[in-house]
Structure formats: structure tokens, C-alpha cells
């Protein structure tokens, strides 16, 4: 900790900076719990830096993503619990950079507070650093920022964005799809990180009992909303690795499958997707049901219970299948593309 920096007059004004440091200190065994080889320093520079491994690679392109963890920030401030949603954060970035086949290599995130809890920036920043873990990158670096005024003091905005790399060539980019090839699920761990808005208002989360048990959901609906997003960053790797030509990839986030499966499509192909063929998730079968929602409107709203739509061609799909399942993830035919005016068509 910094002793030597201290100002009263800022303290006056809602800043503690002395918290700031003992958050820094905190925090730092979690960060480096996610170092990889390539990442040069340790914490408290003004820039993290990375040394990306290149050998084997003819022409290096970096993949970006970033983005938030949105309106499910509100069920973390409603069942006080913090340790989770950074994996959020991590996992909407990264499993849209997975998507072209790259490898994530580090993150940042962007923490904005009302007041700064040590104990509670630590509890964020722990999530933050099992969702690096999980996607095989590191947190070289990110932000505090304690904002007295501008956020209730008990609230917070977390954001962040993660860099991957790859060799040109093989960029996946829908390219290659033809008709006839087949499209696979990999099963959401729930709502993820996408909707929140609309499931805050026809659950009425501010109103409710969180703590209260659901039985067709086997835990309480605070356990439920509040359940990270699934990363599929190491399995979707691991298929690629393995020879499997993936063709196309898609994380179904906000817009459902309506909007994030024709983004992997070339023109003239439909995906035409077996709605009978999505594991069911019951939670969604409860906000249709409590907001009186048509289904297309949750179709297009929801994952409905896939994260990643993946497509194959067909003499490889049960052999991606089987690779998947190996590595933890539920996966399923979910379709196939079929020549007609890009977009999708579920039945």
C-alpha cells in the first residue's frame, strides 16, 4: 500500500484513495493467478503488457471483444452477491472472439463504483479472474474508478475486453458453408448475461423474494438469475485442434438466435434450427409464462438454452459431437443449413 499518498481534501469529496490501494493489494494475488506465459511485469503499471507467442503463426491477426455485464448487475446489488458476475464479463468478451477461431490471450476490465468497498472490489475482481482462467488468458491490467454521486454508493458498472490472436488463413468466418451442413448446440448454463431488462420487469426481481425456492427450477430464483455465463472458449479450441473443420461460429447473446446466427451465415443459406432439439431450461419456460411473452419475442430476446451454435459439414458432425461431450459441454444437433434468403427459420 501507497502510505505516502493521502489526500484529506479529496476524502471530503467521496474519494478515498487509501481504499483504492488496499482494493490494489487485495486483488493482486487474484490477478496473478491468471498469468500466462507472454504477460511481462506485474500489477500497478499504466499499461499491461503482453508478449504474444508467434512461432507457427505466418500472418498474426488480432480479434477483439468488448463489452458489459448489463442490467444482471442489479441481481448481484439485490442478492449481495459480487464473486460471479466478473466471470460474466469475461465470458461475453471472450466467447465472441472464440467465434473466428482466435485464441484469447489477455483482458481488462473497467470497474466503476459509488464507493469503494476493498472486501467487495476483491469479491468482483475474484470473478473476474476465474472467467481469465477458464478462457485460458490473462488480466494484465483494468480500472477502479470510485465515483461518489455519479452511482448509488452500493452500485457498481463492470465492463471490460479481452484481445485474442490468430493466423489469417485460418480465420473462421462462415465463408465455407454450404447447404446440407449440419449445425451444432452447445447447451447456455441459463439466461447468461443477456435480457435482464425485460426479465427484471416481468419478474418483478426489485418486489420479490430472491431467497424464495422455485421447485421447477431446483433452487431459489436469485441462484438462478444470478448463474454465470457459460465460456466455451477452451472446448471450441480444443474442436479446432482436433482437425474438425468448423465452418462457422455463433454466440447466441442479446437478439437471441434470430440476430446472432445469420451474423455466421453467408447469403443464401437459411439455418433451420429444431426447437425440440435445445435442452430445456426451465427459467424460460417461467418468464414466458409470468410475462405472458410470445414466443418469438423470446426467441429473440433469450439464448433459450444455447450459447454457441456451431457448423460442421455433415460426414464431421457426429465426430464434433463426441469431441464436445468429452469436453464437458452438452452438445446436440440443433440443424442444418438449407439453401433460400439468409436468416433462420426455427420449427
Same mark, same amino acid.
Given at each position: 500500500?501507497?502510505?505516502?499518498?493521502?489526500?484529506?481534501?479529496y476524502a471530503a469529496a467521496g474519494v478515498d484513495v487509501t481504499a483504492g490501494y488496499e482494493s490494489v493489494d487485495r486483488i493482486k494475488p487474484l490477478v496473478q493467478s491468471t498469468y500466462?506465459?507472454?504477460?511481462?511485469? #506485474? @500489477?500497478? =503499471? &499504466?499499461?499491461?503488457?503482453?508478449?504474444?507467442?508467434?512461432?507457427? $503463426?505466418?500472418?498474426?491477426?488480432?480479434?477483439? /471483444?468488448t463489452d458489459g455485464v448489463g442490467t444482471k448487475l442489479k441481481i448481484a446489488?439485490?442478492?449481495d452477491k459480487h464473486d460471479t458476475v466478473g466471470i460474466d464479463c469475461v465470458a461475453m468478451c471472450v466467447n465472441d472472439i472464440v467465434c473466428s477461431g482466435a485464441k484469447p490471450l489477455f483482458f481488462l476490465d473497467y470497474l466503476a463504483v459509488g464507493k469503494n468497498f476493498p472486501e467487495r472490489i476483491e469479491k468482483i475482481v475474484s470473478g473476474v479472474t476465474e472467467g481469465c482462467r477458464q478462457a485460458g488468458c490473462a488480466l494484465i491490467g483494468g480500472e477502479t474508478a470510485e465515483m461518489p454521486g455519479f452511482y448509488p454508493i452500493d452500485e457498481y #458498472? @463492470?465492463? =471490460? &475486453?479481452?484481445?485474442?490472436?490468430?493466423?489469417?488463413?485460418?480465420? $473462421?468466418?462462415?465463408?465455407?458453408?454450404?447447404? /446440407?451442413?449440419?449445425?451444432?448446440?452447445?447447451?447456455?448454463?441459463?439466461?447468461?448475461?443477456?435480457?435482464?431488462?425485460?426479465?427484471?420487469k416481468v419478474l418483478d426481481v426489485e418486489n420479490r423474494?430472491?431467497?424464495?425456492?422455485?421447485?421447477?427450477?431446483?433452487?431459489?430464483?436469485?441462484?438462478?438469475?444470478i448463474t454465470p455465463t457459460r465460456i466455451y472458449v477452451k472446448s471450441i479450441l480444443g474442436l479446432i485442434e482436433s482437425g474438425v473443420a468448423v465452418k462457422?461460429?455463433?454466440?447466441?447473446?442479446?437478439?437471441?438466435?434470430?440476430?446472432?446466427?445469420?451474423?455466421?451465415?453467408?447469403?443464401?443459406?437459411v439455418a433451420s434450427i429444431e426447437k425440440k432439439s435445445i435442452p430445456e431450461k426451465p427459467i424460460f419456460t417461467l418468464i414466458a409464462k409470468e410475462g405472458n411473452i410470445p414466443e418469438r419475442d423470446m426467441y429473440n430476446t433469450f439464448n433459450m438454452g444455447v450459447g454457441m451454435i456451431i457448423?460442421?459439414?455433415?460426414?464431421?458432425?457426429?465426430?464434433?459431437?463426441?469431441?464436445?461431450?468429452?469436453?464437458?459441454?452438452?452438445?446436440?444437433?440443433?440443424g442444418k443449413c438449407v439453401s433460400g434468403e439468409k436468416g433462420v427459420e426455427l420449427w
Open positions: 500500500m501507497n502510505k505516502n499518498s493521502k489526500s484529506e481534501s500466462i506465459p507472454g504477460v511481462i511485469g #506485474d @500489477l500497478g =503499471g &499504466f499499461g499491461g503488457l503482453f508478449k504474444p507467442q508467434l512461432d507457427g $503463426i505466418e500472418e498474426p491477426v488480432l480479434v477483439s /471483444g446489488f439485490l442478492t #458498472d @463492470l465492463a =471490460g &475486453f479481452a484481445v485474442g490472436l490468430m493466423d489469417k488463413a485460418k480465420v $473462421i468466418d462462415g465463408s465455407t458453408i454450404n447447404d /446440407g451442413d449440419i449445425l451444432i448446440g452447445l447447451a447456455s448454463s441459463g439466461i447468461h448475461s443477456n435480457g435482464y431488462s425485460l426479465v427484471r423474494d430472491l431467497g424464495e425456492f422455485i421447485p421447477e427450477l431446483g433452487k431459489t430464483l436469485g441462484e438462478e438469475l462457422a461460429i455463433s454466440h447466441i447473446t442479446g437478439g437471441g438466435l434470430y440476430e446472432n446466427v445469420p451474423r455466421m451465415l453467408p447469403d443464401g443459406i457448423a460442421v459439414a455433415p460426414e464431421e458432425a457426429d465426430k464434433a459431437v463426441e469431441f464436445l461431450t468429452s469436453a464437458g459441454e452438452t452438445a446436440f444437433i440443433a
